[in-house]
């Protein structure tokens, strides 16, 4: 396994370094080192690069040197050398060397202080008219998906922070307590409800909690259902979501930017048997989806794609696809959003080949979670059409995404796909990263933001 995702991060990143030869060294990082080690080296898969107990001794130019050309393979740390060319690495030394002592915070741990206050926060969101926006729970560190029990416990997973939290409606219906179910999970970001269990996608496994609304305050004690899925670092957190089947649905996603996958397990969407048992192909030729929900009335999979990186600010678009018949093929890595041929492995392939999106978001908006709006509280327009939660871009000069757009659709064709909440982007200010999306009973519309650490809820009045 860890010879496969080595291999697939060097052949991928090795073209990622070609075209970022010329860049400064932040580029550099942010091209191929903020995706493990965050955007401000505050630390994601990999460890933070600021102030820590280094692993691999003290921060000096030669050992930051040595360390990222050789990596450390068995350890998901690809080794960079011959990717990035010894000027690169030594200037990547140089950036990491000046900020290895600094105190790197991510921002949901920032100082309260920091945080904007509540009234500036919500007064700069724009929503259609008659709709409001509220903070529905805050202190969830890195909030990922979210699934709604019929009780009404709001169950969310994360990604750096380990954690599950149950957001427990207060007495006011106004806002939610956050409670930690559990802790010291592998980004567990995935959760979804099944049979009155609670199950939680970690990189490794997939683990099950019984009886979840019942004991979600006594930290309760978990089923280990599977660990048989790749488990890669790099785009191997895994979302989840229960299937009108009655199969958990599960994503592998491509352990690289760009890399041949045809023949691995990853790449693909699988389902099993709620025990774990009897994993098969749901999808095959996905790069990366985060985000899924099965269409109200047709039951048909619907899902959102990351596009690859490093082909420039515009190209290639993310993606909204559906599933409709057994083996399908979503084009990666040969041919990205329906009509980009890759200029690696799409040379002898058409696109053509492949099942083309419905939507095409827009290139690096980052499309997470999406969810058909199934409520009533909104108006008759917005039934059975999609949220998509845009989490926005890491790598492109303009800042793009960072929003929740509305998707509206004929049948499976695309009809519109409108902003429906902007503002988590000001000027250059990010305030919050949008990425599930998921409706309460009463019909109001909860979306989790893993950069604030809250859970916005909009609800419609029609004034
Ligand atoms: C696929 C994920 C991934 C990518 C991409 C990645 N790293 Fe790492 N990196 C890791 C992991 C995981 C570790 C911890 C290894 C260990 O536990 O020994 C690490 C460790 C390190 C360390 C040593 C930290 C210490 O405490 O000693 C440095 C320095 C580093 N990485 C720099 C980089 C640079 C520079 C880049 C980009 C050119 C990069 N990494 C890209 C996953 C990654």
Redesign the pocket.
Known sequence: MYKTALHA?ATGLAFAAISASAQTADK??QA??A???GARMEGA???T?GE?A????A?TKAN?IK??SKG?PE????A?SPA?SAAQIAS?ADY?AANANKKLAAPAAAAPAAKPAASDLLSGFKLPKGFRISVYADGAATARSMVVSDSGIVYVGSRKAGKVYALVPRADQQGADVVTVAEGLENPIGVTLLNGALYVGEISRVIRFDNIDQRYAQKPAYTVINTGLPND??HGEKVLRAGPDGKLYIPVGAPCNICDTDDTRSAKIYRMNPDGSQVEEVARGVRNTVGFDFHPSTKQLWFTDNGRDELGDNTPSCELNVVTKPKQHFGFPYCHGGVVPDPQFGKGRTCDEFEPPVAKLGPHVAPLGMTFYTGKQFPEAYRNNIFVAEHGSWNRSTKIGYTVHLITLYGNKLVSDTAFIDGFLRGDAVVGRPVDVATLADGSLLVSDDYGGRVYRVTYDGK
């Open positions: 991060a550099l990082y191929n080192c995706v493990c080690h898969i990999g460890p690069l820590h280094w692993i691999h001794g921060p930051l360390i990222i450390v350890k998901n740390m690809p960079w990035l990547l990491i670092k790099w």
